[in-house]
């Protein structure tokens, strides 16, 4: 008995350690400037990429919540409207609480896969698959 012990702690040993703190991921803070009757998404691409995102699918939900046009030009996000910087916070915590964040388990380790015209999200460190409503 004391051979398995020693062999299951040895393993143990070898095991990479999960870190269980749920702090390791912070929503990324948007850099939001009007600019005349125009608002500038500075740091777009930068937070696109950090949520493991394409930057026209965070586009398109933007611009559809925010009620306005808007293009993407080199690394920033232009609407064609003023914004209030809070208001594109909040609407992009609202797209990470929604499209990013497993449903299960919280982390932000997911990925949007497609299967029969159907759009899914499944979590890389759980398994969790939950569907998308359109």
């Known amino acids: 008995m004391?051979?398995?012990?020693?062999l299951l702690e040895e393993a143990y040993g070898k095991v990479k350690r999960i870190d269980t703190k749920s702090e390791r991921f912070e929503i990324p803070k948007v850099d939001v400037q009007n600019v005349g009757?125009?608002?500038?998404?500075?740091?777009?691409?930068?937070?696109?990429?950090?949520?493991?995102?394409?930057?026209e699918q965070?586009?398109?939900?933007?611009?559809?919540?925010?009620?306005?046009?808007?293009?993407?030009?080199?690394d920033r996000l232009i609407f064609n409207r003023k914004i209030s910087s809070v208001q594109v916070q909040d609407k992009f915590s609202l797209y990470v609480k929604k499209y990013v964040?497993?449903?299960?388990?919280?982390?932000?380790?997911?990925e949007i896969?497609?299967?029969d015209n159907l759009q899914f999200i499944h979590c890389l460190a759980c398994g969790a698959k939950?569907?998308?409503?359109?």
């Open 2 to 6: 004391e051979d398995y012990d020693k």
């Open 37 to 55: 009757n125009k608002t500038v998404f500075s740091n777009f691409i930068q937070v696109a990429s950090y949520i493991r995102r394409t930057p």
């Open 101 to 110: 964040l497993c449903n299960q388990c919280g982390k932000p380790d997911t």
């Open 113 to 115: 896969t497609k299967q």
């Open 58 to 74: 965070v586009c398109k939900f933007l611009t559809k919540e925010l009620a306005s046009l808007g293009k993407i030009e080199n």
């Open 130 to 134: 939950q569907s998308l409503g359109r």
